[in-house]
């Protein structure tokens, strides 16, 4: 397994469409080896998540995971979730507003309003299918992960930019301050 080189925010791998994976190559040495680097990636740095056109790869892969990760003292534990080709479809009008940040968007937070529930469509590392109902924190990082399939960053999603604060200020003002979600 390798940890993979992050693109940050500038680099133009970040705005391109990710292509979908053959359902056939899911099994494929390579694609289970990409999967396999993107979960220790992801851990490396203590991301909640990752997806392929992060490490400069243009395809339709996502892991997730929260377990004890300090970058999100407060957050839910997520067990470790591989999304490939993933369908997300809000399942409410309801927004909430949550503080995230991003591993291509060093050392910065902002608050994102997303969905509270959707539902999730796609195939798991396996090729199973995976089709659920996603809520809260959980439904957050899909919404987050999956629009980088996109070519879409959290930044985009904020109403303003006002909130958008680098980390060491962040830790000063607004770490457990009662609007704080995650
Ligand atoms: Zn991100």
């Known amino acids: 397994m390798a940890i993979l080189k992050?693109?940050?925010?500038?680099?133009?791998?970040?705005?391109?469409?990710?292509?979908?994976?053959a359902v056939k190559q899911i099994t494929s040495?390579?694609?289970?080896?990409?999967?396999?680097?993107?979960?220790?990636?992801?851990?490396?740095?203590?991301?909640?998540?990752?997806?392929?056109?992060?490490?400069?790869?243009?395809?339709?892969?996502?892991?997730?995971?929260?377990n004890g990760n300090p970058r999100y003292p407060d957050a839910p534990s997520i067990p470790l979730t591989v999304l490939?080709?993933?369908?997300v479809t809000p399942l409410t009008s309801e927004m909430d507003d949550g503080w995230e940040g991003c591993l291509s968007v060093p050392d910065m937070r902002g608050?994102?309003?997303?969905?509270?529930?959707?539902?999730?469509?796609?195939?798991?590392?396996d090729g199973e299918r995976i089709d659920t109902v996603a809520k809260e924190f959980f439904a957050r990082v899909i919404q987050h992960e999956t629009d980088h399939l996109r070519g879409i960053v959290y930044v985009d999603r904020m109403r303003d930019l006002s909130t958008l604060t680098h980390l060491a200020e962040w830790n000063k003002h607004w770490l457990g301050h009662e609007d704080q979600d995650e």
């Open 6 to 21: 992050v693109a940050r925010l500038g680099h133009p791998v970040l705005r391109k469409l990710a292509e979908p994976v």
């Open 29 to 66: 040495p390579d694609i289970q080896r990409l999967i396999d680097d993107m979960v220790e990636t992801m851990r490396e740095y203590n991301g909640a998540g990752l997806a392929a056109p992060q490490v400069h790869t243009l395809q339709q892969i996502c892991v997730i995971e929260v």
């Open 84 to 87: 490939i080709n993933p369908v």
């Open 111 to 125: 608050v994102v309003p997303r969905y509270t529930a959707v539902r999730l469509e796609a195939y798991g590392r």
